[in-house]
């Protein structure tokens, strides 16, 4: 895997005072990892922005913070502000290039769809869009690409077993796990059918519901009252006591 580079700062301005540096452009990061203390680093944005369609979250990057240090590290989380959509903060996570780690690499599908899927008889459908792996870093791939130009009839389908991952790559998922299938198309009509049979059940589940805990409840009244009676006949009055 190519190793990309992005430079970063050594960061003093934290907690509230970090939004000085998103109004500038930049923002506020960590690295942590094995037996490492954590460090406070910013990146600029649109800096970070390009590494990450590079990179995503498998692969290697050079994170050069000032002059001296160079720590390989990984993208391991990233906040993203609810509203605008913008990175306002990433964990890197440090590697030790000489053990395995374990991450998700997502699972893009390549290759034609099949006929029944452009006549409407069939549809693709992708029970995984990644899985996780396990190599060293300098190995991880960034994607597991899958054809689907295989899949011809209906349950046609390719597992994990199936998958082609490079040497050194161990995927850590059932081989019998269904990655992506050919299934058949639901019609407007049928698709309708079982929304309104999935609103009756729930309908019916809810009238179900409320008539046990009316019952329920009149049994419990019941049973309180009897205890309260039951209370003030056997125990004998109390007096204050200073």
């Known amino acids: 895997m190519n190793r990309i580079s992005l430079k970063a700062e050594e960061r003093e301005l934290l907690g ?3 939004k000085q540096l998103r109004k500038a452009g930049v923002i506020p990061a960590h690295v942590f990892g094995k037996k490492q203390e954590t460090e406070h680093v910013s990146v600029i944005e649109k800096d970070f922005l390009k590494v990450l369609k590079q990179a995503g979250e498998t692969g290697l990057i050079d ?4 002059e001296e240090k160079v720590r390989p590290v990984m993208i391991k989380g990233r906040q993203v502000h609810p509203l605008l959509g913008n ?3 990433i964990d890197f996570y440090q590697v030790n290039l000489k053990e395995k780690v374990e991450v998700p690499v997502p699972i893009v599908l390549i290759g034609d769809e099949p006929e029944l899927v452009h006549a409407g008889e069939a549809v693709v459908i992708q029970p995984m869009d990644e899985v996780q792996v396990e190599a060293l870093p300098t190995d991880l791939p960034e994607k597991i690409e899958v054809d689907i130009t295989s899949l011809q009839q209906i349950d046609d389908a390719i597992t994990v077993s199936q998958l082609v991952v490079p040497e050194g790559v161990t995927i850590l998922a059932e081989p019998e796990a269904v990655v992506v299938k050919l299934d058949t198309a ?3 009509e049928a698709q309708q059918l079982m929304e309104e ?6 309908a019916a589940a809810e009238a179900t519901e409320g008539e046990e805990g009316e019952e329920k409840a009149e049994g419990e009244e019941a049973t309180e009252g009897e205890e309260e009676k ?3 006949e056997e125990k004998p009055e109390s007096t204050e006591q200073s």
């Open 16 to 18: 509230k005072k970090v």
């Open 63 to 66: 994170l050069k913070i000032g």
């Open 87 to 89: 990175t306002i903060h």
């Open 186 to 188: 639901i019609t407007a």
């Open 197 to 202: 049979q999935a609103a009756e059940a729930a």
């Open 230 to 232: 039951s209370e003030s």
